[in-house]
């Protein structure tokens, strides 16, 4: 289950069902109405959407290898097929397994590989490719921590697990193996867990 909290909403998706949660009540997650300047684009929410995270007010959800991101503070609003000013989605080459926001912008892990998308605005974007080992799907945990309490430069980082160790992920893009050389993980793990208990990151993966 994938899932991003947005003020009193909770986006979420099975990769089946999508919907979003308010007020304890879960209804569809469907496109909305477009106000603006006459446009030809066609919008929609995406189907079997298997990760979610939110990003300078844009929505970021994934369908397989594809990443798609909303209009502007409209969640509803995805252009599907690409608009006049920048295709709304980028292709990659694996299917993607983890979406996480930093101050400078996505990190965003395949099947194969893990990259960063530096900017905040999909105009802006450049492709980084960070590590040649992919996150463990489920492993990052959801909540952020201050890189300036553990040692690194202030901002606030996400962690998962990775065939090759635990992981930190820094606010302008870098990335720190926290365990390189103390821990032996398995290499052939698809799916895991992880969650942040004070300074304490636990994570498992099988």
């Not at 990760?51 to 990443?67: A, D, F, K, Q, T």
């Not at 690409?82 to 926001?101: D, L, P, T, V």
């Not at 490719?129 to 921590?145: F, G, H, K, L, M």
């Amino acid at each position: 289950m994938a899932w991003c909290q947005h003020g009193e909403k909770t986006y979420f998706s099975n990769g089946v069902q999508r919907g979003v949660i308010q007020e304890g009540i879960a209804q569809d997650w469907v496109v909305g109405e477009y106000f603006g300047s006459d446009t030809n684009r066609c919008f929609a929410v995406p189907e079997y959407i298997t990760h979610l995270e939110i990003h300078s007010g844009r929505m970021y959800v994934s369908v397989g290898p594809v990443l798609y991101w909303s209009e502007q503070h409209r969640f509803d609003l995805f252009d599907m097929g690409g608009s006049e000013f920048h295709g709304a989605y980028i292709q990659f080459h694996h299917n993607i397994n983890m979406i996480r926001s930093v101050a400078g912008g996505l990190f965003i892990g395949t099947e194969k590989q893990t990259f960063f998308l530096v900017g905040n605005s999909p105009r802006d974007f450049v492709l980084q490719r960070v590590a040649n080992s992919p996150p463990v799907e489920w492993s990052d945990a959801r909540t952020t921590i201050d890189g300036g309490e553990i040692g690194f430069d202030p901002g606030l980082c996400v962690l998962w697990a990775s065939p090759v160790g635990a992981i930190l992920g820094l606010p302008a893009g870098l990335i720190v193996n926290l365990t390189k050389e103390k821990i032996i993980y398995p290499k052939n793990v698809t799916q895991g867990f992880g969650c942040l208990v004070g300074y304490e990151f636990l994570h498992g993966m099988k």
